[in-house]
T-cell receptor
Framework: GQQLNQSPQSMFIQEGEDVSMNCTSSSIFNTWLWYKQDPGEGPVLLIA?????ELTSNGRLTAQFGITRKDSFLNISASIPSDVGIYFCAGQFGNEKLTFGTGTRLTIIP | GAVVSQHPSRVICKSGTSVKIECRSL??????MFWYRQFPKQSLMLMAT?????????EQGVEKDKFLINHASLTLSTLTVTSAHPEDSSFYICSAHRYNEQFFGPGTRLTVL
């Protein structure tokens, strides 16, 4: 099935640093979602975006719905140890199924 | 609210046997549930869409006779992996649909020996 391109594939950062990751698609979506998955668990929704250009925050997380509707960005400010995990974007068109990104694995170096 | 559970969380079985995985929406009703498969270090891949009271819709390349889905009630969908083989070993995750949002279960780790 189709997957969205997510970059970077992995990140190694120090605690306190800011994090940026993005997701691109060859087709448009009218909903972009960002999830976090901890090892051995299901994904948990972090932020949902419903409108092109929309910028939404959830605590230290900020995500944007790209103007072209083909991309989205997630930023995490002042990272903390519990931010470790895999972050997935997902796109949706209408009520259709979700298409997931390839994931960004975040590791925090002590 | 909007809690989805899966049972079992882990299962180990012998090659050739069948395994049933349950997905329950605990505090809401879901006419639509989804089944995903995730291999190590990979993303979630949709296997099928489970619709209450009707046949599941399978994604291209997913064998419907091997992965049997039953959505018998508004709070329960089951995935049965029939005649499991080592290549079926994976992390199976379900989600339940409510108000245009999908709520994910904690996943089931299947290991086929």
């Amino acid at each position: 099935g189709q997957q969205l391109n997510q970059s970077p594939q992995s990140m190694f950062i120090q605690e306190g640093e800011d994090v940026s990751m993005n997701c691109t698609s060859s087709s448009i979506f009218n909903t972009w979602l960002w999830y976090k998955q901890d090892p051995g668990e299901g994904p948990v929704l972090l932020i949902a975006l419903y409108k092109a250009g929309e910028l939404t925050s959830n605590g230290r997380l900020t995500a944007q719905f790209g103007i072209t509707r083909k991309d989205s960005f997630l930023n995490i400010s002042a990272s903390i140890p519990s931010d470790v995990g895999i972050y997935f974007c997902a796109g949706q068109f209408g009520n259709e199924k979700l298409t997931f990104g390839t994931g960004t694995r975040l590791t925090i170096i002590p | 609210g909007a809690v989805v559970s899966q049972h079992p969380s882990r299962v180990i079985c012998k090659s050739g046997t069948s395994v049933k995985i349950e997905c329950r929406s605990l505090d809401f009703q879901a006419t639509t549930m989804f089944w995903y498969r995730q291999f190590p270090k990979q993303s979630l891949m949709l296997m099928a869409t489970s619709n209450e009271g009707s046949k599941a819709t399978y994604e291209q390349g997913v064998e419907k006779d091997k992965f049997l889905i039953n959505h018998a009630s508004l709070t329960l969908s089951t995935l049965t992996v029939t005649s499991a083989h080592p290549e079926d070993s994976s992390f199976y995750i379900c989600s339940a649909h409510r108000y245009n949002e999908q709520f994910f279960g904690p996943g089931t780790r299947l290991t086929v020996l």
